[in-house]
């Protein structure tokens, strides 16, 4: 097949590329050393901080007995009645005496678990693995999430590879990192929350 001599000079050129590598313009930009260095404070306490600066709220639990005697209490004082969550362990945490509301989109406050947590920016990482999905975490005006101490990573790359390793082949569908309160600046830099996603967001962390 002939070409015209413009189109031969510009496919020469492309052979020419092509058979000469050209160099990465930053050789070390996919090393695995981390960009940031570990900090000396432990990653639970820098957790709190972090997100509690972000507007989050945050309580340490001793135990599963303790998580669901302060969850209890934190719905009573709050008089949130229509509780949604579907994960089998968040149901036998409860154990009856919390029943499920089934309608996410009228519900006063969501439960969910998450995959990691990430102490250098008191960030969340959840997924749309189990039973919580995608949605359970951003419609409700109210977010709760349970993390064990376990979950506890120092930088976003820890978590991913975290997850990498437990799902193996059937990575994840999504990942949202959410760290504390939904916000926006967008109109005329004024901060709002909740804007697109919980007005309040709750962790609580569970010894493990």
């Keep these: 097949m002939a070409f015209s001599p413009a189109k031969e000079n510009i496919l020469k050129k492309i052979r020419q590329a092509l058979s000469n590598s050209v160099p990465l313009p930053f050789p070390h930009s996919e090393g695995s050393e981390s960009l940031f260095t570990n900090s000396s404070e432990d990653n639970t306490v820098l957790f709190a901080e972090e997100f509690t600066k972000l507007q989050g709220k ?3 639990c001793t135990d599963e007995a303790h998580l669901k005697q302060q969850l209890l209490q934190l719905f009573s004082q709050r008089q949130w009645t229509k509780i949604y969550f579907t994960e089998k362990k968040i149901i036998s945490l409860f154990n009856g005496e ?5 309608n996410l989109a009228d519900c006063d406050v969501s439960v969910t678990f998450c995959e990691n947590l990430v102490a250098r920016t008191g960030t969340m990482v959840l997924s749309s693995a189990g039973q919580h999905g995608r949605t ?12 064990y101490t376990s979950q506890m990573t120092f930088d976003i790359k820890d978590a991913l590879q975290n997850i990498k390793e437990k799902y193996n082949n059937s990575f994840p569908s999504l990942l949202s990192f959410a760290s504390g309160p ?3 600046a967008d109109i ?3 901060l709002v929350t909740g804007v697109h996603g919980p007005k309040e967001v709750y962790c609580f962390l569970v010894e493990s």
């Design 58 to 60: 945050f309580a340490y």
């Design 98 to 102: 919390v029943v499920s509301f089934d």
């Design 136 to 147: 359970a975490s951003v419609y409700a005006p109210v977010h709760i999430c349970i993390a």
């Design 182 to 184: 939904s916000r926006t």
């Design 188 to 190: 005329e830099k004024t």
